[in-house]
């Protein structure tokens, strides 16, 4: 199947690229650093840890979603090998959709990589006294070091003794390892007495996290499309205005929408602003971090709503996508 064979291409294509590793790596020592950082809060420490944590998951999430995207399709323009895949009966909509599909998926694997982690990170917690117990969790700092240094040592045996590409088998490695050391933590608490491994579960964070990679994919599909017409400088700055613009939209565009001032300029600036609010991604509908940390439980209903709008979203972006790739001279 076309389609699938793009898209588990592109998938190997991203995570053999050596920035997925540095990213990678980038996001467990700023997640690790965290626990420490967080110990300068005036107030709760731990809440302070989860807003860090999901920040740096963002940040990570959109780099790794805007290198893996300009990396499959836009330097495959420049390169002119895209000219064979097209040559072949392989449809551009598919050749795209299924560059999508393989970004998305390398994002998800180094993705959950970085979540098992922030969770053991967030387990963990930050030191509430000088005593050894209340200072270190130590089934967290064993397993969780025992596993990475196994997918570490893993994949350098593998590179060294059979030249399997270190990058790749390294995010493979580490997202199994990291799920094992969090399935064994959770089962284990910090006094060394086996437990309920829900005991620790948190829904409310677990949703926060997901909405987080929601908005990372809407990214993706905003890079693939960048790069259907743009070079890789190029693309990671529309993939960056994009979150940016995001980030604020609500401030200047939402506001602007929802006044209910009267008058012929209010009305007309209503109306110019309503097209532009509506078409760019509200970065602030996926950023449940604020909410979380003051205790404002969010409910199923706006989890599933914000889920319903990415997917519309990335349906939207990738069709123009398509759209800005069928008229693209790639000869």
């Known amino acids: 199947m076309p389609l699938y064979a793009v898209a588990r291409n592109a998938l190997l294509e991203s995570i053999r690229q050596p920035v ?3 990213l990678l790596g980038t996001g467990i020592l700023a997640l690790v ?3 420490n950082l967080a110990a300068f809060a005036f107030e709760d420490d731990n809440k302070l840890l989860i807003d860090l944590g999901l920040s740096t998951l963002f940040l990570i999430g959109i780099l790794l979603a805007a290198f893996n ?15 064979t895949v097209v040559s072949k009966p392989v449809a551009r909509a598919t050749l795209v959709v299924g560059k999508y599909l393989g970004v998305s998926a390398a994002i998800a694997l180094g993705f959950w990589s970085l979540v098992a982690v922030f969770l053991l990170a967030v387990r963990h917690r930050v030191q509430a006294g000088v005593r050894m117990e209340d200072t270190f969790d130590l089934p967290v700092l064993l397993f969780g070091l025992l596993f990475g240094g196994l997918a570490l040592l893993v994949s350098g045996l593998a590179n060294y003794l059979y030249r399997k590409p270190f990058p790749s088998l390294f995010a493979v490695s580490l997202a199994v390892a990291m799920s094992l050391a969090l399935g064994v933590v959770a089962c284990i608490s910090r006094d060394w007495e086996f437990q309920n491994p829900l005991v620790e579960w948190n829904g409310q964070l677990m949703m926060a996290i997901a909405l987080v990679f929601q908005a990372v994919l809407v990214l993706a599909a905003v890079a693939i499309a960048a790069s259907t017409r743009l070079g890789q400088v190029m693309t990671l700055a ?19 929408v929802a006044s209910s001032r009267d008058g012929g300029p209010a009305r007309l600036a209503r109306t110019l602003a309503w097209p532009l609010y509506a078409a760019i991604p509200n970065m602030q509908f996926f950023w449940s971090a604020d909410a979380l940390t003051q205790g404002h439980p969010m409910t199923l209903a706006y989890f599933g709503t914000v889920s319903l709008y990415a997917a519309l979203l990335v349906g939207a972006i990738m069709s123009l996508a398509v759209l800005l790739f069928q008229g693209r001279d790639v000869g």
Not at 69 to 83: M, P, Q
Not at 238 to 256: I, K, N, Q, R
Request: with cysteine.
């Open 20 to 22: 997925f590793v540095v």
């Open 33 to 35: 650093l965290n626990v």
């Open 69 to 83: 995207a300009t990396g499959v399709l836009s330097r495959e323009i420049e390169n002119k090998t895209v000219l």
């Open 238 to 256: 529309v993939c960056l205005g994009a979150f940016l613009v995001g980030l604020v939209s609500e401030y200047f565009l939402g506001t602007l």
